[in-house]
C-alpha cells in the first residue's frame, strides 16, 4: 500500500486581501521607519508563521513548512550568514515577475552560526512534521557576485556556498528536522558542467544529514531532459515540478520507478488555474499504479507567487486527489 | 568631447518630429511619489467614499506640481509621473476588457507587493488608457512630454493567464489593443513615446514572438519610441533586439552596479540608449562623484551622440523629497556633461 502524503514545499503567502492579512507587510514597514522595535516585528513574523502552519494543515497538508516568512528573498536569506556581504541590486529571479538582491560577496566571507531560530519556532507550533528548506549552493552561486578574484569564478562560489548550506545541514540534522529540502531551481537550466558542480555540492550536503531525510526540489522549469541526473543523485527525496512537462517525466519515472521517494509537484505553484481532480489524476496515476512506498502529493513549487486564496484552494485540491487516489478503482480521467 | 551631437538615426527621427535634443538629454524613466493625501484619496474613491472627480482634480493638481519640478531642474523631456495609474499593470487591467482586476495581493521584491490581476475573457479595448491624461498633461508645459505604456509581453506576463492557450495567444491579443491606444497618442499629437517591457529578458527563447509583437504593435507610427527595460539580464537578447523597431532603449543601470554595461563593454548598437545613471530603489542621493563614475561607464559603452540619461526606473517608491533631489541630480549630471 502506498503511503500517500499532501506536503507544502516551500514559500506561502505572507499576505492576502483580508486587512489582518496585511499585517506583516504593515509590520516590516514600520520597523524599517524605526517605528517598532526588532523585538516587536518578530511578535508579528511569528504569529504569521502561526498561521500559516494552522492555514496549510487545515487545508489538509500532513507536512508543512513555516512558509519561508521571514526570507527577503532565497538567496539574500543564506547570505546572511556570511559576513561582509554587501547588498546590492535587484534581479529577477528564474522567469518569475519576483526579484532578489544580489549579493557581492567580499574577498574573505566569515561564516557564522546557522540560523535556526525560524525552523525551531515552527517546529514548536506545529502538529505535523515541519519540512525545513535551504537554497542549494548552485542557485546561490548564480544569483551572487563578488568584488573578488577569489569568488568570481561561478565553481568557487557553489564551493563556498555548500559549506554555508552544509552548516545549515548538519544543525537542523542535530534538531531532528524529519525533512530537509535542498532547493535547485537552476539545475532546470544548467550546463553539464553546472550540474556536475551541484552533484558534488548536494554529496557533501548528504553527508552532513544525519538521521534525516534529504529532499532535493526542482522547480520553475523543464525537469525530463534532467529527470535521469536527479535519480542518480543521493537524494532521500525528490520533488519534481511536474507544472512544465509532468506527463513525460511521469512516463519516464513509471517505466522504471528510481528508489527515491517522490514528491510530485503537480499543482501549478504559478497559476491561480485551479486543476480539477481528474486532471491530477490523469496526470500523476501511472506512477501511483506502480506502488511504490510513499509518494508526496504537492504544489510544484513555494506558493508566495500566488494569490492567498489560491495557495489554500491548491493545497485543498491536493488533498482531494491524495483522498481519490487512496479509494480504490479510483477512476482515471 | 564633442559639444555638437553626430548626425544618428534617432535625433534624424526627432528632427522630423520638430525636436532638437542637446547632448546628453535627460529624463525620468516613468512613476513618480504619490503624495499621502493622494493616496487615501485613492482609497477612499475606490471604497466610494469620495467622489471620482475630486480624485481626478487631485491627480492633475499633483501632475502639475511634478510637472513643474522637472521644468525646475531643467529635464529634456517630462513624463507625467503616473498619478492617475495605481501601478502599471492594474491601470490597464483596469481598462482592458477580459482582464479581472481583481486577482490577488502578490510579493514582487522585499517588502513590495501588487495586485496580480487576471486574464478571464478575450482582452478588448474599451476606454483609453494613458491617452486621455496624456494630452491634459501636455498641455500643462511647452515642453515634451513622453506618453508611457505598458508594453504586451509584460501586461501578459505579470498577470494570471486563466483564458488563453498560450502566453503567445494573449500577447497576440494585447497588440491591438495597445495599437489602438498609439493611434490616440498619435492623433493627439505625441512625439514621443515609452514602452515598459521589464519582461523581455525573462525568457530569451520567447524573443521571436516579441519581435512579431512590437512589428505589428508599432507598424506605420512616426512618434520617436522608446523600449524600457528594469532588473533583468539584456546580454542573451541585446543583438536580436537591434531589429525592434524602436529608435531607443532605456536601461537601468545603477542598481544593478552597471553590470550590463561593464560586462558587455561597448553597446553595438545605431540606436539611441538611455542609461539608468540614477537607483530609484536606493533611499541614499548619489553624489556627483557616484554620477561621474556610472558616466564614465555610460560612456564607455554607448557613443556620446547616442547617449542619454535617465532613471533606473519609476520613482514611485521614493519620498516625494528623496525623487526631488534625484530628479535634480540627473538633470545636473547632463548640464555639467555639456557644460
Known sequence: MTLLQVASIGSYPRTGDEKDHQRYPRALGHFERKEISAHALRDVEQSIVQEVIREQVDRGADEVTDGLVTWSDPISRFCRNLSGVKSGGLARYFDNNFYCRVPILPAKPKLSTPVLADY????????????????????????????????????????????VIACEVAALAKENAPVIQIDEPALTNASSEERKLAAAAFAKLVAAKGASKIALAVFYGPVFPIVDYLIGLPADILQLDLSV????????????????????????????????????????????????????????????????????????????????????????? | MPKKPAETAGRKKLASLGLVVPMFPAAAAGS???????????????????????????????????????????????????????????????????????????????????????????????APIVADTWRVTQR????????????????????????????????????????????????????????????????????????????????????????????????????????LPVDQFSIESANSGMAFLKGMKKLITEKDVAVGIIDAHSRTLETPAVIRERVKIAMAAVPPSQLWLTTDSGLRTRTGEEAADKLKALANAAIRLRS
Not at chain 1, 122 to 135: E, F, H, I, Q, Y
Not at chain 1, 302 to 331: D, H, I, N, Y
Not at chain 2, 185 to 213: M, N, T, Y
Open chain 1, 120 to 163: 525551531n519556532y515552527a517546529k514548536g507550533c506545529s502538529n505535523r512534521p515541519v519540512r525545513a528548506v535551504l537554497t542549494g549552493p548552485l542557485t546561490l552561486a548564480r544569483h551572487t557576485r563578488s568584488e573578488s578574484k577569489l569568488y568570481d569564478k561561478l565553481a568557487a562560489r557553489v564551493a563556498l556556498f555548500t559549506d
Open chain 2, 32 to 126: 513618480l511619489p504619490k503624495s499621502t493625501e493622494l493616496t487615501e484619496m485613492r482609497f477612499r474613491v475606490s471604497h466610494n467614499v469620495v467622489a471620482a472627480s475630486e480624485l481626478d482634480r487631485k491627480e492633475k493638481l499633483s501632475t502639475e506640481m511634478w510637472i513643474r519640478q522637472q521644468e525646475r531642474v531643467k529635464l529634456d523631456v517630462l513624463v507625467e509621473g503616473d498619478m492617475a495609474r495605481g501601478d502599471m499593470i492594474a491601470h490597464f487591467a483596469n481598462r482592458i476588457d477580459g482582464f479581472s482586476p481583481g486577482g490577488g495581493v502578490v510579493r514582487v521584491y522585499g517588502n513590495r507587493y501588487y495586485r496580480r490581476p487576471s486574464v478571464i475573457g478575450k482582452v478588448a479595448w474599451k
Open chain 2, 140 to 243: 500643462m508645459t511647452k515642453n515634451v512630454v513622453k506618453a508611457i505604456l505598458t508594453g504586451p509581453y509584460t501586461l501578459a506576463d505579470w498577470s494570471f493567464n486563466e483564458y488563453y492557450p498560450s502566453r503567445e495567444a494573449l500577447v497576440r491579443d494585447l497588440v491591438p489593443i495597445l495599437r489602438r491606444e498609439l493611434t490616440l497618442l498619435a492623433e493627439a499629437g505625441v512625439k514621443i513615446v515609452q514602452i515598459d517591457e521589464p519582461a523581455i529578458s525573462a525568457r530569451p527563447s520567447e524573443f521571436s514572438l516579441i519581435l512579431a509583437a512590437y512589428k505589428e504593435l508599432l507598424a506605420g507610427f512616426r512618434f520617436y519610441t522608446v523600449l524600457h527595460h528594469a532588473f533583468g539580464d539584456l546580454t542573451p537578447i541585446w543583438k536580436p533586439m537591434q531589429s
Open chain 1, 245 to 333: 512537462d509532468g506527463s513525460a517525466v511521469i512516463q519516464r519515472l513509471s517505466v522504471a520507478p528510481p528508489r527515491n521517494v517522490l514528491g510530485l509537484g503537480a499543482a501549478n505553484g504559478r497559476s491561480t488555474v485551479l486543476e480539477s481532480v481528474e486532471e491530477l489524476l490523469f496526470l500523476v496515476r501511472p506512477f501511483v499504479d506502480k506502488a511504490p512506498a510513499k509518494i508526496y502529493l504537492t504544489p510544484s513549487c513555494g506558493l508566495e507567487l500566488v494569490p492567498r486564496s489560491t495557495a489554500m484552494a491548491k493545497l485543498g485540491r491536493l488533498a482531494e486527489l491524495r483522498t481519490s487516489l487512496s479509494q480504490p478503482g479510483a477512476p482515471l480521467a
